[in-house]
């Protein structure tokens, strides 16, 4: 098994920025992928980044040039970078892990942006 923590999470006004970060522990060499989902108020839940033990990136392009996702192994974290956060962005994200994909999944941290 492995376990995710996430952390970074908070209220932030529009056009502010957060640095999320997600610790994993228990099984690292099953930990290939790590990413970040986000789930709305109401809505499904969406991919907005990943990456590959080698450095291999993918954002979904709405989000591109406002987030930015990183990745240290040497402490099995990864974090991502929020800037010009906007209303919408409002959600519940979670860190995920896994061989190929999302296979375990961290309990999720909330981001409000308001005003």
């Known amino acids: 098994q492995v376990q995710l923590v996430e952390s970074g999470g908070g209220l932030v006004q529009p056009g502010g920025s957060l640095r999320l970060s997600c610790a994993a522990s228990?099984?690292?060499?099953?930990?290939?992928?790590m990413g970040w989902h986000r789930q709305a108020p109401g809505k499904q839940r969406e991919l907005v980044t990943s990456?590959?033990?080698?450095?291999?990136?993918s954002y979904v392009d709405s989000l591109k040039g406002r987030f930015t996702i990183s990745r240290d192994n040497a402490k099995n974290t990864v974090y991502l970078q929020m800037n010009s956060l906007k209303p919408e962005d409002t959600a519940v994200y979670y860190c995920?892990?896994?061989?190929?994909?999302?296979?375990?999944w961290g309990q999720g941290t909330q981001v409000t942006v308001s005003s």
């Open positions: 228990g099984l690292i060499f099953e930990i290939n992928y």
């Open positions: 995920n892990a896994g061989l190929l994909g999302p296979k375990y």
């Open positions: 990456i590959t033990s080698r450095g291999s990136v």
